[in-house]
């Protein structure tokens, strides 16, 4: 007999003022409590849900999202959980039965340049372990609970919950309200922020069916990856987890209106494989290719993040892990209102670093799939070689595919180089930027980029150098300078981390590096000026 699900939360437990209120429990929602209770701020989580959603989105954890597991104490616990099955083999195919055409040409990011490698789990997976950290450190939680409407005053924002259960309702008071309530976030309509739409080009489905004897067709291969091509469609197919007959597919184009039946569905998934398989429809669901960004993340007290605040098509694999880099941004700044040191533009520094993150993402989203519509143009016009062709044919034909693919698996710049650049709590130093490219990484040190990854001499990473607060990276300073600055730091939390004897002022160009809780870099130089200070924790109003 399967376990009822659990009761929603008593109104009695659910406490009535709080510090933020998030809505939603997701991953990004559960990430920013964990943030947030390591830096000491009270928070409240409010999920209508009473269980994880376990449903099978999101499959990948990008480097700096590993990073961020990583300063939370939690990337080992996650690997742990969930041992990685292979990432590096992905299989060029027409239908799963037949031959493999060739290999994907992935391309990982190189392990200097980051302190954690990107890692395969599940998404219900690393919102369970964020669910469960921020239980462990005192994070309430109104399971079974919506928001349901937010007024916002001069102090505070007064929010409605209505219970999922009973009906009933109650009144919080938070002094900051953070919607990672979703793609429908009743949070963001109820602070009226509007979405910006580009075209909708086509929709596409997320099938997760089990076909049992699929594997054993295959020749029982450990088969975790494929791209599956077809004339007017292609499909990216993988077993799930630790499951070898339920498998995932992400399956399109088709028409914006095009509607998909279970029946029609069992259809695809053997037109997929090339035979008759047994197939049981798990789950389905579908997405739209299109960038839908809210139009700010930021309406006084009321924040997004997340899907809340952006959409666009999982090709690379980027939704979750923006929504992660939107929590570790938000976490901080929020710490430095309600602890006092910071100004109330640090909000508005939210929305212009983050909307642009998103927007490049999204931008660069669509771009691959686009590349992979031109790889079905050729598979339509020209036909994929029949079983038994010769090698030489299989290889020049993937030859071209990963040529034409090539941006939705060599992601480096996507994924690594997030840059602040025009963040009014940046200060700039002039220095030009190197042009942002999707496929490449090139590390700078410049100001509003992420803090170029190096290895000490003990082996640990350099992120392992940056505190909880702001870090001011000593690489060539005397003491007495260093000292000053720190003085001269007030009430900003500063670690000063002396790596003088390292040798990384060449490579980081300047005496002293100003580093961001988020591993960004708010200045850098030989000397810092007081008012610096003043810029990066947003005393100077900024004009929104
Ligand atoms: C097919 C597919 C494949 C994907 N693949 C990837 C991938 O490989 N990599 C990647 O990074 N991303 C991927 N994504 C995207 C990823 O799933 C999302 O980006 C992720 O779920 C966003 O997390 P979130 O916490 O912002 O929102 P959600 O996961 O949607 O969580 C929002 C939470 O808010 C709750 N909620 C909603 N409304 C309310 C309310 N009014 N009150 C209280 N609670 C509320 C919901 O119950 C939910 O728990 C994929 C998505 C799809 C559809």
């Known amino acids: 007999m399967e376990a009822a699900p659990p009761r929603a939360t008593p109104a009695s437990r659910i406490p009535r003022t709080t510090g933020v209120l998030i809505a939603g429990g997701g991953p ?35 480097s700096p999202s590993m990073e961020q597991l990583a300063r939370w104490g939690l990337a080992d616990e996650l690997r742990r959980r969930t041992p990685e099955l292979s990432h590096a083999s992905i299989w060029f195919r027409g239908p799963l039965a037949d031959e493999r055409l060739g290999e994907v040409s992935w391309v990982a990011p190189d392990p200097a340049q ?45 929010v409605v919950l209505r219970s999922t259960e009973t009906d009933e309702t109650v009144e919080v008071e938070a002094a900051y309200v953070v919607g990672a309530d979703g793609a429908h976030s009743r949070t963001r309509a109820a602070a009226g922020i509007e979405l910006v739409e580009s075209e909708l080009l086509a929709r596409h489905y997320n099938l997760v069916v089990r076909m049992p004897d699929l594997v054993e067709r295959l020749g029982g291969e450990p088969t975790r990856m494929n791209l599956i091509w077809q004339p007017d469609w292609h499909s990216i197919a993988h077993t799930v987890g630790a499951e070898p007959d339920v498998w995932r597919q992400l399956i399109g184009p088709f028409p914006v209106d095009h509607e998909l039946d279970d029946d029609a569905a069992v259809a695809l998934m053997r037109r997929s494989v090339g035979a008759d398989v047994e197939v049981e429809i798990l789950q389905r669901s579908s997405f739209p290719i299109q960038e839908r960004i809210a139009e700010r993340y ?31 941004n938000l976490g901080w700044k929020l710490a430095a209102l309600l602890h006092g040191w910071g100004g109330p533009s640090l909000l508005t520094s939210y929305t212009v670093e983050r909307r642009a993150v998103a927007r490049r993402t999204a931008a660069s989203s669509i771009a691959a799939w686009r590349t992979m519509l031109s790889v079905q143009d050729v598979v339509r016009e020209e036909g994929l070689p029949p079983t038994g062709s010769p090698d030489e044919v299989r290889r020049r034909l993937t030859e071209r595919m990963n040529a034409m693919s090539a941006i939705e698996w060599n992601t480096d710049g996507v994924l690594l180089d997030h840059r602040y650049a025009g963040s009014p709590i940046i200060v700039d130093d002039g220095v030009p930027a190197r042009p942002w490219e999707h496929t490449e990484y090139r590390p700078q040190a410049k100001p509003g980029h992420r803090l170029p990854h ?73 000397r810092i000026r007081d008012e610096v200070w003043d810029v990066v924790r947003a005393a100077v109003p900024v004009r929104s």
Not at 40 to 57: D, F, S
Not at 141 to 150: S, Y
């Open 114 to 158: 980051v302190a954690e490698l990107p890692h395969i789990a599940a998404q219900w997976q690393v919102n369970a372990l964020l669910r469960e950290r921020a239980v462990d450190s005192g994070v309430p939680h109104a399971l079974g609970w919506t928001l349901e409407a937010v007024r916002q005053h001069e102090d505070g924002v007064t």
């Open 454 to 526: 190096r290895r000490l001499a003990d082996g640990a990473s350099v992120y392992a150098s940056v505190g909880a607060g702001f870090t001011l990276l000593n690489l060539a300073a005397d003491a007495e300078t260093a000292d000053r600055a720190a003085r001269a730091a007030a009430d900003v939390p500063l670690t000063v981390a002396d790596l003088r004897p390292h040798r990384l002022r060449d490579d980081y160009e300047a005496d002293l590096v100003l580093v961001r809780p988020d591993l960004h870099i708010a200045w850098r130089g030989d």
């Open 298 to 328: 930021d309406s006084g007290r009321i924040l997004l993040a997340g899907d809340a605040a952006h959409l666009f098509p999982p090709y690379m694999g980027q939704n979750m892990n923006t929504g992660i880099g939107d929590a570790t």
């Open 28 to 62: 990004v929602g559960s990430a920013l409590a964990v943030d947030l209770a390591a830096r000491g701020v009270g928070c409240l989580v409010v999920e209508r849900r009473t269980t994880i959603n376990r449903a099978i989105k999101a499959q990948q954890l990008s």
